[in-house]
Nanobody, 124 residues
Framework: VQLQASGGGLVQAGGSLRLSCTASGRTSSNFRVGWFRQAPGKEREFVSAIIWGGGSTRYSDSVKGRFTISKNSALNTVYLQMNSLKPEDTAVYCC??????????????????WGHGTLVTVSS
């Protein structure tokens, strides 16, 4: 599975961006697609995930209510709509794929396939 993330850029605080993660190669309804981010000098952290087959979603507390994850099965693409962006959302965002259980979706060690990141910069 190959993943391509896109959609990052520079935005002012309070603004919005939509990230895309397109998968190619073998895909499965058992896949869970997650978004992670890594800010300068910090560890990578879980942002959100979606179950490809059923569409259930999960969010970190830091983005809940501001970010929305969704998918377009026909395009093999997962989106991360980011609203009300804050300077602390500045990071490199990556998408990844796992087949782990629901309770482990936040754990980056469970993810097998990773795409290259896309940089999101939120200015104050």
């Amino acid at each position: 599975v190959q993943l391509q993330a896109s959609g990052g850029g520079l935005v002012q605080a309070g603004g919005s961006l939509r990230l895309s993660c397109t998968a190619s190669g073998r895909t499965s309804s058992n896949f869970r697609v997650g978004w992670f981010r890594q800010a300068p000098g910090k560890e990578r952290e879980f942002v959100s995930a979606i179950i490809w087959g059923g569409g259930s979603t999960r969010y970190s507390d830091s983005v809940k209510g501001r970010f929305t994850i969704s998918k377009n099965s026909a395009l093999n693409t997962v989106y991360l709509q980011m609203n009300s962006l804050k300077p602390e959302d500045t990071a490199v965002y990556c998408c990844a794929v796992t087949q782990t259980i629901w309770s482990q979706l936040h754990d980056e060690r469970q993810y097998t396939y990773w795409g290259h990141g896309t940089l999101v910069t939120v200015s104050s």
